[in-house]
């Protein structure tokens, strides 16, 4: 006869080292063993949505950036393609390439942070701090073209803020090169350092089509095996253009879809970005990247709906305009808030200490959970 | 069995990588910019602190439009007949008195929109970003150069003007009243 | 204060002596809650990282507020979010410090118009020591908060407690 | 491959008054307008179908259509009566790779719509999200309860100021003793 | 130890004084300097600089910390149990500490030349189990619960492990004074345990790739006794907080901080004892060379504080490189990994020794 037990409820967050912000999970548990797991959003709900009402089309920009605070110009990215399919504006194609390079930057750092906090959740802090290190390296490259360190506010509808810097394309040749090691460093020192491989390996799987009915996307849902990736399926600005490989898991350590599959999902992710920007880099043609942006920003009547592949998954805006010069509706679909919904499918029958690992693999920006 | 065997191997192997790698590290220079002691050269492109130089400010009120925080409050008056206010740096003649012209750093978000409609080129984002306070109020920035005494002065001038030349019309629109009696 | 409750009630060159060093204590071991919010908490990670290195000040993030000296509000404080902090400060031993890091947390930032769920200023819930502006800071300028939080620990005396 | 169109005609074969119309007016996008309490049946259809399989809901938006009468109310708010409440529901196929726009709208004073969480797990706090921001009662919903803003802003707040993205929303004076407005 | 300062001094209280205050100077520097090393050896292997703004190179920064915390108030929550939660942290300094007791520092620095020295601190540092026990529960914090469940487990399980390799070495050298193990050493770095002890011969040779097996279990299984990464599972910080010391403040939270680095001292110093010849040289002393004779118990503090230190530093090493073992893993570690290569390994000691 078993005996009756009562679960304890444990409230993790919203000031929790590991929650990646301020994410409230309550977890019901039985000793070490995690029952169920309810996050509470909210925390950060900043009210972008209701400020893009009150907004002239370009004043929105600023507040894209502080939705995915970590990939600031995936944000501005989609939103700028979303209103220029509105209005039917062509932008010249320094500008593709320029963003599309900016992107794949941010692209990497963004993952740079992903993994890093990934592990320093599992208890690896020291990766976690050269990782940062080589983000800094990024944000120099950036800084120096558009002025800020995080929040660019650089990809405008119709063009960019500023031309790129004369010494971008030396500097990001540079960085290119100076990064390549660094992951082959990183590989060794933490993806394939047994106790990691232990903690995250058969972790946390996630199903092909769990995550397609949750409507998972970016590397969530291809460390699930699946090849899908919005750059290649549904390709937008000039990726159609590049050569390069769209990474999945593939149960290297465990089981297809398990952390440790997501993890490194973003680590290869991180060597194609590389080769985008090598392709790109050296092929920016000239011209004025301010040729395209109107003068008058009043998008005619009409819903749009764009999605771009931010980091952390599709990124899409819905924007209904009336006409007018403030935006009558944008709706954000963020990648982190549909991919957190997945947690609690996850969690179920894990320990504790797993929750931090499969939580620190999906990679949520609570900016962009609760806008 | 191989497989038990496989595992220690693996763990004791692995860690010895990690550790090979955090050695080397104890010996690479430290990349650390000592901060207060050492200051790294910002880019030009910097985007901090705004700078408003008010000679050149015309008082036209676009950067405070274009301001998606709202965070700059401009306040003018209409110079009345007589008074030169000057021109800017490029040439373009002032019309108005700025009497105040304050920017909250608090409500700030660096988004560097107010600096491309300026037609003059007098707002500007500097690489200034230690202004640390220990009271709010002091963020806020005012950058009008008249002084309240000056800026009521201008006021009180600006209303007299056009009283009397609300008088003066009055006055014309009587004669012409007074004039056209005589003629109907 | 532990074990110097009791307050002097005139200065002397003792009393002088041990307030300068106790402040050179607190001051230099500036425990930060371990505490991110929004977009700053990036920066404020950044800057105990490598590049800016937040350890040289003895700043070292402390996860529970029993053991921290210094919250930073590195981000938006939403209204969901302020009873939360509230409560944070509350758990902390006196003496403890507040650096308000950033637009959001100085008055609400970008958000103080429409923001229908943001705290406007984080001043309306607990006392700020030193108010760091940018949006977010550069690492730089959060240093330099901290700079300016040390000057003002300095000037602290036993006789008067500022917390 | 399907275009709009194609769907269109199937849906209208399968499900007749249900679905209303395809709005073709808007420059990029295509809509097709439901009826808010068959979404559910079109929806699994549109899931099931093996020509369809829209096996992913990108995107579901609350909307205040904001088509009413603007009226003042006892103590000078501008608020809005009649008109409608819209929901877009942007669907995608991962296996078949093409998307539809689809739309419900139902009325202000009493929005109810059908939840889709039983088709797409993703439905289910992209439907608390609108419930929460807009008040769109989602009918059959497991969990419906706010998800972005605080459990109990109802007890602190008046009818006006429940769900701040509808376009007549007006901020409280006060949550928990804290001021809201700047 | 006692008896060399009653001879010296005279008096029983001033003799038993100085008996106790040499460990507990030595804990204190070991917290002082241990914490500052911590923070400068994670800041070289992370690229960084560590404190340096305190003092001359930062070194003063535990000092500032101490004073700081001396300064704190002694906030609590209202629901705890404070008799439990104000005894825990002495409990859990005292049995860190009284196993000093037992730790030749030299030939002359020890505090009792017990005939049983390696039984009773393995016997004594199992006190500080109660203490986190204590501190987890009268804590009322269910992150200090679960912290303190996670840390008695882990130190019961791991105490298996060490105790069998401490057994190999018993039976090896046929004694449990540690002093006497210690001594068995002497002369030359050739004669240490690890390289098969003094005598020599084919057993010595056989010897050498178990007594490094044995070596490795005992560094392993000692490192997850002091709860420091990749076992620090009690205090995970990104899972549970900090652990049982969640609710602690001040100088309550500082005397569990003290007796972490106390205890990781005092397992180096085990480790240095059974394996790698305790407080002797492994050249020879230079008292001995110029005959001074009063020199050589002061090289050999020297030899010992070395060595004790070396270890700290691996374990400082290891922290900042490796992640956390989960909670299960820990256990699977010790009981499937941990314990048969430790029994197998005190059999073959056993049969080479019979040799």
Redesign the interface.
Known sequence: MALKTEHMVLNMGPQHPSTHGVLRLELEIEGELVNKVTPHLGYLHRCFEKHAEAMQYNQVVPYTDRLDYLASIGNNFGYALAVEKLMGIQVPERVEYIRVIMAELQRIASHLVAIGSNGADIGALTPFLYLFRDREHILSIIEETCGARMLYNYIWIGGLSHDIHPDFVRKTKEFVNYFKPTIVELDNLLSFNKIFIERTANIGILPVDTAINFGASGPTLRGSGIKFDLRRDDPYSIYDRFDFEIPVGKGLMGTVGDCWDRYNVRIREMEQSLRIIEQAVDNIPEGDVQSAIPKRIKPPKGTVYKRVENPRGELGYFIISDGTVNPFRVKVRAPSFVNLEVLGELCKGNLVADIIAILGSIDIVLGEVDR | MNQYFKNTWLGIYTVLVGMKITFKHLFTPAVTIQYPEVKLKLPERERNRLYVNMDDCIGCDQCSRACPVNCIEIETVKSITGEDLGTTSNGKKKALWVTKFNIDFAKCCYCQLCVFPCPTDCIYMTDVFEFSEYDRNNLVYKFATLTEEEASEKKLNFEKFTAEKEAQKAEAAAKQKDEQKPAS | MGLLDKEFSDGNIVIAKVDDLFNWARLSSVWQLGFGLACCAIEMMATSMSHYDFDRFGVIPRNTPRQADAIIISGTVTLKMALRIKRLYEQMPDPKYIISMGSCANCGGPYWEHGYHVLKGIDRVIPVDVYVPGCPPRPEALLEGLLKLQEKIRNESLRKKSA | MKSAEEIFDILKKKFGDAVLSLDKDTPVEQIISIDPLKINLISKYLRENPELQFDSLMCLSGVDDANGIKVKDAEGNEIIEGGTLSVYYNLHSVSLKHKITLKVSTPRNDPQIESLEKIWKSANWHEREAFDLIGIKFLNHPDLRRILMPYDWDEFTEEISRHPLRKDYKNPEFYQGMKVPY | MYQYFYDLTGNTIIATLIVAVFPLVNVLLVALIGVYLE?K??????????????GPL?L??T??????M??????TSTEIDSKLYNIAPVLVFTGSFAAYAAIPFSSKLIGSEADVGIFYVLAISSLVVGGILMAGWASNN??SM?GAM?SAAQIISYEIPTAIIVLSIVMFTGTLSLDKISDMQTASFWNWNIFGGAELGLTKFLMIPFMFIGF?IIFISTLAEVNR??F??PE???????GYF??????K?AMFMLSEYGNMFAVSAIVSILFFGGYHSPIGYLGNSIGVEWLIPFEQAFWFLAKGWFFILVQM??R??????????LMSLCWK?LIP?AFVNLIIIGIISLL
Do not use: H
């Not at chain 5, 995970?236 to 907080?241: D, F, G, K, Y």
């Not at chain 5, 900042?320 to 893993?329: A, E, I, M, N, S």
């Open positions: 923070r050896v994670s800041a070289w292997i992370q690229d960084r600089i560590g404190p340096n703004r305190t930062g003063f920064q000092v500032a910390d101490f004073l700081k001396l300064q704190k108030e002694d906030a269910k992150y679960l996670r490795l990464t990749p620090d599972i995970a910080e990104s899972e549970l907080v900090a969640t609710e602690y403040c001040g100088m939270w090493w290891l900042w490189t490796l992640p956390r073992l989960r909670v299960d893993q990994y290569y």
